[in-house]
């Protein structure tokens, strides 16, 4: 049993003249695990991450990592290393300066320093690019050399605050991958911000989703996909989303005020036999399913999932039946409700 | 229509050009020629170097050079340490009445540095810095003009770059260091452009606070070689202007193209 947490933010609160940054915020975070910070925009999420980086000094609060309180230790004290969403190399450097950048500061000795670069390169498949200057790089080039900068001195604590969005789809899903396997390899910790909840889901041991300068929830993915604490975390993550439906739109959920439902618990039914009603919207192909968009007066985001193709003209009306064993409950506030009314 | 102003546009431009260089072009003429065939415009008149000669060994021409490139080279390193650190400070840290403390800094640009000549000579006097190249170039190193162009290049660049030198264990002078000063390189150039012309052509101030061969520089000792008392002689002192001119006119005509760019690059017109 450890005896405390790799690191803990302690009901840390940041103002910017007065209105909100974040406040409230208390995490625990594992030594060796990832843990991401998501949240739409706004939320706060990579203001966390920069009070624990030391780039910002909390108002309220304690921050500890390994131990240590560094609440107020500048950023050059923490002994963690950061990947910008904009890669923040340094253009008058070459990439191996680059990315030794920090052990000459740290007066490394050289031997050990040009080591250290060899195996970052080759993690990173950079070998041969060490002499080449950012701007003669991919983007998804520069992107490695952001992380094996983050990687070479071997720092036990990674922050990375949104490394994927400048890169295009297909590239982000191979990176995504690379990151990962990347922290299990090198066992160290990483705190990771995106607003993607695809990213955190796929990624993460533990997601910390946020709104508005609060945390909502913090559990692993699949906590936060099968029990969302609240009305937000349901619409947010998963895709699509969780459908929430007025609870009297509903037979036997008269006294509940709001019902979620994912997509897959949705079926199909014959006409007159379902428990809802709806209209189709539109409908979206994604090769090995379709979803098919539902309206309905008492509900949002319904979502009908079909295996492949399958084009229902809009406005066409059809009935759909709700797994009953699996739907969430919701109070007025949008509070789960811990116990299913019907189980 | 277009057309025509067109033309008038460059036929402007050509005769400000002619009427800008001519003196330069009188100076030529005249410092390769006799006295009498230089005022008389006798184009036939055979070429000589004699007044080159008569005018290198009429003052103490090398003392004086070495005295500007002295002169120009402490300024310049004060000038970058001080507008450096300035600049920094106004740009990236806070402290109270900062702006305020800009503001009286920019007023500065506001103010001719002739205004301040005899304050500035008491000031040199106490310091016992009269007669000395660090008391000539003193009054210019905290440059108002430098300040605000350092704080300008240093603003622009990107916080991130900044914040990724700090986790990687910069405290913030490693991180000027490191960071500001370098990515900055094109400002320091075209400053230093700036500032090494100016003051190598200074030439009030010099002539009242050096008072001896040993600290005086070329534009003072050049005004004293063609002062009257000595005898106006119009092609020794062309030759002599021009012998002080050559380093800079060169170092121009060589790195024309790089003197444009830095300018047009930081924006000093």
Redesign the interface.
Request: aromatic share 14%; hydrophobic share 50%.
């Given at each position: 049993m450890r005896a405390q947490p790799f690191v803990v933010l302690d009901g840390i609160a940041k103002r910017w003249n007065g209105a909100l940054g974040v406040q409230d915020i208390s995490l625990t975070i594992e030594e060796g695990s990832f843990v991401a910070l998501l949240g739409p925009s706004g939320c706060g999420k990579s203001t966390t991450l920069r009070l624990l980086?030391?780039?910002e000094t909390p108002d309220e609060g304690q921050i500890i990592i390994d131990g240590a309180d560094v609440t107020h230790r500048?950023?050059?004290g923490?002994n963690?290393?950061?990947v910008?969403?904009?890669y923040?190399l340094?253009?008058?450097l070459s990439v191996a300066e680059n990315v030794m950048?920090?052990m000459k500061?740290?007066r490394v000795p050289k031997a050990e320093r040009l080591e250290k670069l060899r195996r970052a390169m080759e993690i990173t498949g950079l070998l041969g690019f060490e002499d080449r200057k950012p701007n003669e790089l991919s983007g998804g080039q520069r992107q490695r050399v952001a992380l094996a900068?983050a990687i070479v001195?071997g720092q036990r604590l990674c922050l990375m605050d949104e490394p994927l969005s400048n890169l295009d789809a297909k590239l982000r899903h191979a990176v995504r991958k690379d990151i990962k396997n990347l922290q299990k390899d090198l066992g160290i910790t990483v705190v990771y911000v995106t607003h993607d909840q695809t990213e955190a889901m796929s990624m993460a041991d533990k997601v910390v989703l946020m709104r508005d300068g609060e945390i909502q929830q913090v559990g692993t993915p699949e906590q936060l996909y099968n029990q969302p604490e609240n009305t937000f975390v349901a619409e947010f993550v998963g895709a699509p989303p969780m459908a929430l439906i007025e609870g009297h739109a509903l037979s036997g959920f008269s006294d509940v005020p709001t019902i979620g439902v994912r997509a897959e618990n949705i079926a199909l039914a014959e006409a007159g036999q379902g428990d809802l009603q709806c209209q189709v919207s539109d409908c979206e192909f994604l090769g090995a399913e379709t979803f098919i968009g539902l309206e309905h007066p008492q509900a949002q985001g319904l979502t009908l999932k079909v295996a492949g193709l399958k084009n229902i003209p809009a406005g066409q009306v059809i009935d759909i039946t709700l797994a009953r064993e699996t739907l969430l409950s919701f109070d007025k506030e949008g509070r789960k409700i811990s116990a299913s009314p019907q189980k | 229509m277009s057309r025509l102003s067109r033309h008038l546009d460059s036929f402007g431009a050509i005769l400000l050009a002619i009427v800008w260089i001519s003196p330069l072009l009188f100076a030529f003429w005249a410092a390769f020629h006799s006295t009498s065939d230089a005022v008389n415009f006798n184009l036939t008149s055979s070429l000589t170097l004699k007044n080159f000669q008569v005018a290198w060994d009429g003052a103490p021409w090398l003392r004086y050079f070495m005295n500007t490139f002295l002169l120009v080279t402490i300024v310049l390193i004060g000038q970058f340490i001080i507008t450096t650190l300035a600049g920094f400070a106004f740009a990236q840290v806070s402290f109270p009445g900062k702006d305020f403390i800009f503001i009286l800094v920019l007023l500065q640009l506001f103010i001719l540095p002739e205004v301040l000549i005899v304050e500035n000579y008491a000031m040199v006097s106490r310091l016992g810095l009269f007669d000395s190249l660090l008391g000539v170039g003193m009054p210019y190193m905290a440059s108002a003009f430098g300040i605000f162009l350092m704080r300008q290049a240093f603003k622009s660049i990107p916080i991130e770059l900044d914040e990724a030198a700090r986790i990687e264990g910069c405290g913030w002078f490693g991180v000027l260091l490191k960071v500001y000063v370098p990515l900055a390189k094109p400002t320091y150039l075209a400053y230093a452009l700036v500032s090494v012309s100016t003051h190598w052509n200074n030439f009030l101030w010099p002539l009242i606070v050096t008072n001896s061969d040993k600290t005086r520089p070329l534009t003072v000792g050049l005004s004293i070689f063609g002062a009257p008392e000595n005898g106006v002689d119009i092609s020794v002192i062309s030759a002599a202007t021009l012998m002080s001119v050559a380093p800079l006119l060169i170092a121009f005509l060589v790195f024309q193209r790089q003197f444009v760019q830095a300018f047009l690059r930081t924006g000093i017109k």
């Open positions: 980086a030391g780039l500048p950023a050059s923490r963690l290393s950061m910008f969403q904009s923040a340094f253009p008058h950048f920090g500061v740290r900068r001195a | -």
